[in-house]
Nanobody, 128 residues
Framework: QVQLVESGGGLVQAGGSLRLSCAAS????????MGWFRQAPGKEREFVAT????????KYADSVKGRFTLSRDMAKNTAYLQMNSLRPDDTAVYSC?????????????????????WGQGTQVTVSL
């Protein structure tokens, strides 16, 4: 089994920054992708960003492109979501996820159905 633990959420003013971390432990697979999704109150969970196993390929939702940066440290089995220029509409519970073989690829990694393991989520609140 794979365990994912997110951290780094909190309350920040608009224009501020936060860095979320997602640490994977347990029976992780070698070539797993890591994705971030978020869910705002009353809304469906939506894709934020994904990164491949080696960290050299990322994809972002249009709403966060240019403001968020996803990276990973393979040695630590940890992914980092740097969020800059935060806006009130970024307020949500942010969750990370990983997959297992057969790994997601292409657009399959932009949907929650492409992932098998999920963290509990961390709250991000952006105030005016």
């Amino acid at each position: 089994q794979v365990q994912l633990v997110e951290s780094g959420g909190g309350l920040v003013q608009a224009g501020g920054s936060l860095r979320l971390s997602c640490a994977a432990s347990g029976r992780t697979f070698t070539y797993y992708n890591m994705g971030w999704f978020r869910q705002a109150p009353g809304k469906e969970r939506e894709f934020v960003a994904t990164i491949n196993w080696s960290g050299d390929s990322t994809k972002y939702a249009d709403s966060v492109k240019g403001r968020f940066t996803l990276s990973r440290d393979m040695a630590k089995n940890t992914a980092y979501l740097q969020m800059n220029s935060l806006r009130p509409d970024d307020t949500a519970v942010y969750s990370c996820a990983t997959d297992r073989p057969p790994y997601c690829s292409g657009s399959g990694c932009y949907s929650e159905v492409g992932y098998n393991y999920w963290g509990q989520g961390t709250q991000v609140t952006v105030s005016l």
